[in-house]
């Protein structure tokens, strides 16, 4: 009998464990609340582990006083270090927030490091931190429309995550995208604001842009 109980027992077990790591796995979004009575034009979030704070995960959405933006983080690191600057140039940072216990990032005090408890944030190995939303906006992905303004026609467009290594499929299919047109791009359920972009030509001629900051821009032109 207790051999047969033993396989048993460590099913269960392992069930056990994985459900317990569910809820960590789907926290992974916070609130960034701005309560400072500046603007804040940038925002960081580096694992505490790393060096170098990565790109803005605003990607040039300002954030008003009172009010608030939904980040959603790209990886799964709890300790991190979080950094906003305001206009002017201020700066706030909060150093080895816990990430995973907290779910708001208030940021109150635009002279200096902020001591108040703060957020928690996920963050991908290669620097961009993470998608963001406004409240009521649509959560689903990310979407913009890419313009061609290069003068030739475009026969393949490749468009996908900076944190991920393929490019993923043409985005244009059987097309093309003459000078002039434009077409509407939706990364749906990809987290992330930084997009690495790859376009063909006709004449078989190809250009890339690497690491462009994609939230809060309804367009973006090429080149």
Known sequence: MEDLMR????????LAAGLSATPAL???RFWLVNQAGLTIEHAYVSPSRL???GYDILGGTLVKPGEQVRVT?????????IKVEYEGGQEEEKMEVDACRL????????GGRAEGPGGWVELAKDGPGGRISREGEDEAGLSFTFINRSGETIRELYISPSHEESWGND???RGSLADGRR????LT???????????VFDTHRSQERRHVAACGRPEIPWP
């Open 7 to 14: 396989p048993l027992l460590l099913a269960l077990a392992l």
């Open 26 to 28: 789907a926290q992974n």
């Open 51 to 53: 060096t170098d704070w």
């Open 73 to 81: 983080p790209s990886a799964k690191d709890c300790v991190l270090d």
């Open 103 to 110: 779910d708001r990032i208030v940021f109150t005090n635009p």
């Open 171 to 173: 985005r244009l299919g």
């Open 183 to 186: 077409q509407r791009v939706s």
């Open 189 to 199: 359920g990809q987290p992330g604001c930084v997009v690495d972009i790859r376009v």
